[in-house]
């Protein structure tokens, strides 16, 4: 991987801009400003869409709910697998709640910096 990849995945996983690395993307919760308070960068040029979304609910599908299932199977009483099913969507829940910034954050300065945008068929 480039550097200048993983130095936009690394300001990414901190919430911070991928030009300059000192400015907040969020203003609050999956909330991008319209500019970088720090550098100016124009914000408002990507759109990261349901992307984020995608990739956090594939992650989550694919990694916790194998365990949530274990769980779930492992145990014989009804009360003990309501439980298990209760614990199991309040993970996935905040897993998914906890990884979207930052997914959306990295995938947000990988547009801007390879000024990806939508395809289109010629
Ligand atoms: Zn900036």
């Not at 300001?11 to 991928?18: D, F, P, T």
């Not at 550098?39 to 990694?63: E, H, K, Q, R, S």
């Amino acid at each position: 991987m480039q550097d200048g990849t993983r130095l936009l995945i690394n300001r990414g996983m901190k919430l911070k801009c991928g030009n300059c690395g000192k400015g907040s993307l969020f203003r609050a919760y999956l909330k991008l400003h319209e500019t970088c308070p720090s550098c100016g960068l124009d914000l408002a040029a990507a759109d990261t869409a349901d992307g984020p979304a995608f990739f956090v609910g594939f992650f989550t599908m694919i990694v916790v709910t194998p365990i949530i299932l274990f769980f779930t199977l492992s145990v014989d009483s009804w009360t003990a697998k309501a439980i298990a099913v209760l614990v199991g969507i309040l993970s996935c829940a905040i897993v998914c709640l906890t990884l979207l910034p930052p997914v959306k954050a990295i995938l947000l300065n990988l547009q801007i910096k390879y000024d990806s945008g939508e395809g289109t068929i010629e």
